[in-house]
């Protein structure tokens, strides 16, 4: 992807303070600025990807803050000029970079909740259902859940793992996250993996996988004994 030029960053930002059509192209462009993701610091970076959306939506919805807040007269700034273009720029990566920090840590808060204290954050919207359900039959079923993911009977977590790590499958990763209380950190110094690596696989594979086992529990428990009710 393309990095935008400074002075048609200017543009557009001096346009979304106009426009909201031009605010929501100003906040898929942040992706195209490297300094962000470059000054964001490795320790976000694993969580960059899952909290770029929510960042975008603040972008957009909250772009006629950022003249306010850093005392930019938007309207004397000629975009034309480098000077401008740049302090322009500087200004609004700084304020972006504050804003993704904070929807990281949201990202990160959420990815280490212990699975000894597993709610509906883990059951994906198609699971609605289970939210109508009686407590006590929430929480058998979040306790066959946890047991199954422990059991893993068909290996579905067992034999997920990123490409040379064998040993980093997502078995060994809910045991060490959820029952050892360890952080990704850790775990990724004692199985000699990248953090960010390590980060990336569980929630671009694991936590499908989870979901998936959660649905296919529910459907099984539930939807076909209600099924059969009705017949």
């Known amino acids: ?110 990815s280490n909740k212990s699975i000894l204290e597993l709610d509906m954050d883990l059951i994906p919207s198609f699971l609605d ?26 290996n579905e977590l067992q034999n997920s793992y990123p490409r040379n790590y064998p040993d980093c499958n997502c078995k060994t990763l809910i045991k060490k996250l959820y029952f050892d209380n360890k952080k990704f950190q850790d775990i990724a110094s004692e199985l000699e993996i990248r953090d960010q690596t390590l980060h990336s696989y569980w929630r671009r594979n694991c936590l499908p996988i989870l979901r998936q086992i959660a649905k296919r529990l529910y459907e099984i428990n539930y939807l076909v004994e209600t099924g059969n009710k009705e017949q």
């Not at 048609?8 to 100003?26: G, H, P, R």
């Not at 259902?129 to 068909?154: G, M, T, V, W």
């Open 1 to 110: 992807m393309e990095q935008i030029p400074d002075r048609l960053l200017c543009q557009l930002i001096k346009e979304a303070l106009q426009d909201s059509q031009a605010a929501e192209t100003l906040a898929y462009v942040i992706d195209q600025i490297p300094e962000v993701k470059a000054r964001l610091g490795e320790g976000w970076l694993p969580y960059y990807d899952e909290a770029l959306p929510k960042t975008m939506k603040d972008i957009r919805k909250n772009i006629n803050r950022f003249p306010q807040k850093h005392g930019l007269d938007m309207e004397s700034l000629d975009c034309k000029n480098p000077g401008d273009a740049d302090k322009v720029k500087k200004y609004f990566i700084y304020w972006v970079i504050m804003i993704l920090k904070r929807d990281c840590y949201d990202v990160k808060r959420r």
């Open 129 to 154: 259902p289970l939210k109508l359900l009686e407590a006590e039959e929430k929480r058998l079923f979040l306790n066959s859940f946890k047991c199954y993911i422990q059991e893993d009977p068909k």
